[in-house]
């Protein structure tokens, strides 16, 4: 065991908690908010931070802390969300309680309970909302009639590359409004709501912020991808900067145009069409995000594993860990798997995968483990651990130097 090494530290740090446990690295956390920041203030621009990615209100707190002044608020993932840091969350923020002011809802919702929510949330922060079609205003518009507040309302234009028209859409599936013409009038019905408020633009690439192009699976589509990015990323500059000026010319100029996220932080920095720029993943870098060639020259340090036990042996060479399967969502795929990291060499079993209650493991040679060791792993995506575990233990060198809830341990569960 190198004395180095992470995993190495972060068996010193675990002591005897219990297993299995997950732990954030607060040095490579802070690294990567440094790493993430740079381009975002290089270019002037906002930061708005992905609650999504991290599930942590402390966690949230310490990266809007060492951020600073760039960060503007928080995207949040459902209005329960919105409302808990538009209230009570504020305060689980601590220091950065101030980030809750300015919250942006980031994908849509028609049901009245969450349109009551997201008026209601109003009253004490601005809690944006984003839409893309007509039918989705009505619910809101009747919330905050009811309410007496107004909800400011943000459209999302879709990004998705069409380059041989509508036979291949390199994307992904969100708003429908592809033109400045399709925003426009869709701004022109918001302002034309007096409990709603045209407030500004999404233009999210997910095309080049979060599909990863030097992946280790499927390797030979990596150059396709990245040829892809390259074509698409004029597109995506040209959309956005159509849809602004149309709203202008009409007098309707977006307050905020928001898109990016850790897989494009540095070209989204550049492109001017954009007052903020979101990231959320990059913090606690799951290991989807080792695989970005617009992140190869200053690589994320990982900073987000948990540990399980050992628990059997199987046979020589095999051990078997209890528990393990915390397989991320999205379009399934051995990349969705964790990651064992520690002790190095330790492969997951393509039979068998990383299993909701036995992972086993193949060792590599020399490599002894005994039997209650714990073996580290990382998750494939940053923010979906939180609802695994309770708490996250952090860790400073090859100390635990304290701990942090996740929604799950403050008893939120925002999505149902
Ligand atoms: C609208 C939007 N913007 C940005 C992001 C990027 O976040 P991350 O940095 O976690 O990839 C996401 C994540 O899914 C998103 O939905």
């Known amino acids: 065991m190198g004395v180095g090494e992470p995993w190495a530290r972060y068996l010193r740090a675990l002591g005897r908690e219990p297993l299995p446990s997950a732990l954030v690295d607060l040095d490579a956390l802070e690294a990567n908010v440094d790493r993430l920041l740079a381009p975002v203030v290089a270019s002037g621009k906002r930061l708005r931070l992905a609650t999504k990615s991290v599930r942590c209100p402390a966690l949230l707190e310490r990266i809007a802390s060492r951020a600073g002044e760039p960060v503007i608020g928080l995207m949040t993932y459902t209005a329960g969300e919105t409302a808990y840091y538009a209230g009570e969350g504020a305060a689980a923020l601590g220091a950065a309680s101030a980030i809750a002011r300015d919250l942006l809802l980031a994908y849509p919702t028609v049901h009245p309970a969450d349109a009551a929510l997201l008026a209601e949330a109003n009253r004490h922060a601005h809690a944006k909302v984003v839409v893309d079609e007509l039918a989705q205003l009505a619910p809101l518009a009747a919330a905050a009639r009811q309410a007496g507040t107004s909800i400011p309302v943000v459209i999302e234009l879709d990004l998705g590359w069409r380059p ?20 426009l009038a869709l701004a022109r019905a918001i302002a034309a709501e007096p409990s709603l408020r045209f407030a500004g633009l999404m233009g999210y690439e997910a095309q080049l912020a979060g599909l990863p192009d030097t992946a280790p699976t499927r390797a030979w589509q990596n150059p396709i991808k990245r040829a892809l990015k390259r074509g698409s990323r004029p597109a995506v500059a040209r959309a956005r900067a159509e849809a602004i ?5 009409a007098g309707l100029a977006p307050e905020l145009v928001n898109g990016g996220g850790t897989g494009s932080v540095a070209w989204s ?69 964790p990651l064992p990291v520690g002790p190095p ?6 039979a068998e995968g990383a299993g909701e209650v036995q992972t086993p493991l193949a060792l590599p040679a020399g490599v002894e483990v005994a039997l209650g060791d714990p073996i580290f792993f990382r998750p494939a995506k940053s923010g979906e651990l939180a609802e695994h575990f309770d708490e996250y233990l952090l860790v400073r060198g090859d100390h635990l130097e304290a701990r942090a809830p996740t929604y799950r341990g403050l008893g939120r569960r925002f999505l149902g």
Do not use: M, W
């Open 269 to 337: 920095s550049k492109d001017e069409t954009l007052s903020e720029i979101t990231v959320g993943s990059g913090f606690l870098a799951g290991h989807l995000f080792d695989n970005y060639a617009e992140l190869a020259h200053a690589p994320l340090s990982p900073a987000l594993h948990f540990a399980l036990q050992a628990v059997r042996r199987p046979a020589p060479r095999l051990i078997t860990c209890h528990g393990g399967g915390f397989i991320a969502s999205g379009a399934t795929g051995e990349d969705r798997q």
């Open 345 to 350: 060499g330790c492969r997951l079993l393509a």
């Open 245 to 249: 000026r149309a709203l202008g010319a």
């Open 164 to 183: 041989l028209g509508r036979a291949l859409h390199l994307g992904v599936r969100r708003s429908p409004l592809r033109s400045a013409g399709e925003v």
